[in-house]
């Protein structure tokens, strides 16, 4: 697996790299470190260059290719690095949500929605599961495939709202919020 991710993070095209690196980590367990020997035996090999940025973006928490092009997204934007895969308690202690990633100590959340949560049974499931985490102090910025293809900018801005709201004072945000 660690070869099937020094060739695929060479390839050309670092978002896509990162996306194919992403779903390997997610299928394999594999981490950056596991790579890191084919790099130095291979010095000189083209596509060295990607391959250590995908390795720094890469999150095997991701479960979908719109995750890992949402958290870039907001890694493009200048943002931290978003956990991924959050378990959220309710408050005796049961996990009852897990948010596709987020800034946990801030109760940030953010969530890609795709096809899967609009039929009938799957968004009543998702208004209840949001009710809860808002009660919880959660904010959850909600992301479709037209905001993510054609807003990106709304991600980063309602993100860094509610980052803002819930406390966080990174200087990116400044730039973003309103």
Known sequence: MARTAFDLGRRKGLGTAVIRVDALANATGLAPADVDGLISRHRGVRGLVQLRQVLELMDGGAESPQETRTRMVLLDAGLPKPQA??????????????????????????????????????????????????????????????????????????????????GAEWPVIARFSA
């Not at 039929?119 to 910025?141: E, P, Q, T």
């Not at 479709?144 to 709304?154: K, T």
């Open 85 to 166: 895969q959050i378990a959220v308690h309710d408050t005796s202690g049961y996990a009852f949500a897990r948010i596709d990633m987020g800034y946990e100590e801030y109760r940030v959340g953010v969530e890609y929605d795709g096809p899967q949560h609009w039929d009938d049974s799957a968004r009543a499931y998702d208004i209840d599961r949001h009710a809860r985490l808002v009660a919880l102090g959660w904010r959850i910025i909600r992301v479709s495939a037209d905001i993510l293809r054609y807003r990106p900018h709304m991600i980063v801005c309602r993100t860094c709202d509610a980052l803002a709201h819930a």
